[in-house]
Every structure is written in structure tokens, then in C-alpha cells.
């Protein structure tokens, strides 16, 4: 089991910036990549972000390139989401998740929900116009 824990949503003005930080916990010698995810009212859970663990690869969606950063601290293991020039349709929960060794090609899978095999509980972001 790989616990994870977020933090460091909140309130925040259009433009502004926040970082999450997600740390983890467990069995985290099987973690292939950590993501982020987040999920609006009514809709679905959509991909972020993302980031393999050993190799620092990262992958956006395209909605946040530019905007938004990956990063991992491998001694802490903990992933953060640097959250730049934030839009009131940022307004979402976020979800820091991993994705274990064993599954589909991840470079070609890391978008999909269920690539990931452990979840946190959420951090809610809300930006005003």
C-alpha cells in the first residue's frame, strides 16, 4: 500500500500562484510515477500533471503547459505542483495519485485515471475573479 497525503490548496485571486505538495508513504519503492489530477463540480476527474519517479520525466495537459510545473523531492518522496497564473477555471479538487511498476506503457497511459493505483483524499483550489 503507498499512502498520500496533500496539501497547501486554498483561496486565491485570478493571476495568482499556489504550490500543492503531496507526500508519500508505504510501499513507495514500487511507485513508476506520481500525478495529479483534479475534478470540478459535476464533471469528471481530468489529468494535470505528471511525473515518473526515477527518470524525472514530466507531461502536462495542455490546459496548464506553461503554467503549471511537476517537481519530486526522491529523499522526501513527495511530489509538488507549482501552480502559476491561476484562472478561476483552475477551481477544482486536486488529487495526487501513483502509478505502480507493473501496468500498460505509462508514456502512453498517464492521462487515463486508471493507471493509477493509489489515491490521495484532495485538496480543494478556488480562484476568484
Known amino acids: 500500500q503507498v499512502q498520500l497525503i496533500e496539501s497547501g490548496g486554498g483561496l486565491v485571486q485570478a493571476g495568482g500562484s499556489l504550490r500543492l505538495s503531496c507526500a508519500a508513504s508505504?510501499?513507495?519503492?514500487?511507485?513508476?510515477?506520481m500525478g495529479w489530477f483534479r475534478q470540478a463540480p459535476g464533471k469528471e476527474r481530468e489529468f494535470v500533471g505528471a511525473?515518473?519517479?526515477?527518470?524525472?520525466?514530466?507531461y502536462y495537459a495542455d490546459s496548464v503547459k506553461g503554467r503549471f510545473t511537476i517537481s519530486r523531492d526522491n529523499a522526501r518522496i513527495a511530489v509538488y505542483l507549482q501552480m502559476n497564473s491561476l484562472k478561476p477555471e483552475d477551481t477544482a479538487a486536486y488529487y495526487c495519485?501513483?502509478?505502480?511498476?507493473?501496468?500498460?506503457?505509462?508514456?502512453?497511459?498517464?492521462?487515463?485515471?486508471?493507471?493509477?493505483?493509489?489515491w490521495g483524499q484532495g485538496t480543494q483550489v478556488t480562484v476568484s475573479s
Open positions: 495519485a501513483a502509478a505502480q511498476w507493473l501496468g500498460p506503457e505509462y508514456s502512453r497511459t498517464y492521462y487515463y485515471t486508471s493507471r493509477y493505483n493509489y
Open positions: 508505504g510501499r513507495t519503492f514500487s511507485t513508476y510515477a
Open positions: 511525473i515518473t519517479w526515477r527518470a524525472g520525466n514530466t
